[in-house]
C-alpha cells in the first residue's frame, strides 16, 4: 500500500507542501478531489478539483463513487475512489489532501494507509494565514478557524504529525515518511 493522507487544518499550507512534494518526486501522483465549493480565481476544473453541483455531488455518493466524502466549512469534498485504485494497483504513490473526517474514513477502510497531520508553528500563525489569504469573506475565514479547532484536537489520531514551519523541511520530512527515492 502507498497510499498517504495528508490532513491538517485549513491554512495550515497543505497545498504549498504538497506542491512541493510533487516538484521534487514527480512520480508521486495526487488525487483531484471533486467539490461543491466555487473555484477560486486561478483555479481549473479538473486540476485543483473537479467542480460539481450538489445533485452530481449526491449522485456520486449514492453510486459508491467515493472513497470517502465530508462536509466542511458549508462545501461538499470527496475523494474519486476509481483513479485512485487504478494507481494503486500500478504501485503508484498517491497522496490525498483531505480533511480530519475523511482521513478518518480512509484509516477504515485501508487500515495500511498512512496518516500525517501537518501542523501550524502556533495557533497565532494559522490565524494569521487564514485571515490574510484574502479570498475568503470574514464569515468564512470563522468557518474554518472552527473547523481548526477541533482539527488540532485529533491530531493524535495520525500516524505523524509535522510542523509546517518551513515548505522545504515539510517536503523533506514526507519524502523520508514516505520512503520513497526523489
Ligand atoms: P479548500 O476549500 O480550502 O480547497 O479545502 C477545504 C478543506 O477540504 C481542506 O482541508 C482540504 O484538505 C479538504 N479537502 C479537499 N479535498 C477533499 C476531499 O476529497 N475529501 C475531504 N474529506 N476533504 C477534502
Do not use: H
Not at 158 to 180: A, C, H, K, P, W
Amino acid at each position: 500500500m502507498r497510499l498517504t493522507v495528508i490532513s491538517g487544518p485549513s491554512g495550515v499550507g497543505k497545498s504549498t507542501v504538497v506542491r512541493g512534494l510533487l516538484e521534487r518526486c514527480p512520480q508521486v501522483w495526487l488525487s483531484v478531489s471533486a467539490t461543491t465549493r466555487v473555484p477560486r480565481p486561478g483555479e481549473v476544473d479538473g486540476r485543483e478539483y473537479f467542480f460539481l453541483d450538489r445533485e452530481r455531488f449526491d449522485q456520486m455518493v449514492q453510486a459508491g463513487e467515493l472513497l470517502e466524502w465530508a462536509q466542511f466549512a458549508g462545501n461538499m469534498y470527496g475523494t474519486p475512489r476509481a483513479p485512485v485504485e487504478q494507481r494503486l494497483s500500478a504501485g503508484i504513490p498517491v497522496v490525498l489532501e483531505i480533511e480530519l473526517q475523511g482521513a478518518r474514513q480512509v484509516r477504515d477502510s485501508l487500515p495500511d494507509s498512512m496518516a500525517v497531520f501537518l501542523l501550524p508553528p502556533s495557533w497565532e500563525e494559522l490565524v494569521r494565514r487564514l485571515s490574510t489569504r484574502g479570498t475568503e469573506e470574514s464569515a468564512a475565514v470563522e468557518r474554518r478557524l472552527q473547523a481548526a479547532r477541533i482539527e488540532l484536537a485529533a491530531q493524535d489520531e495520525f500516524d505523524y504529525t509535522l510542523v509546517n514551519s518551513s515548505i522545504q523541511d515539510s517536503v523533506e520530512g514526507l519524502v523520508r515518511l514516505m520512503g520513497i527515492e526523489c
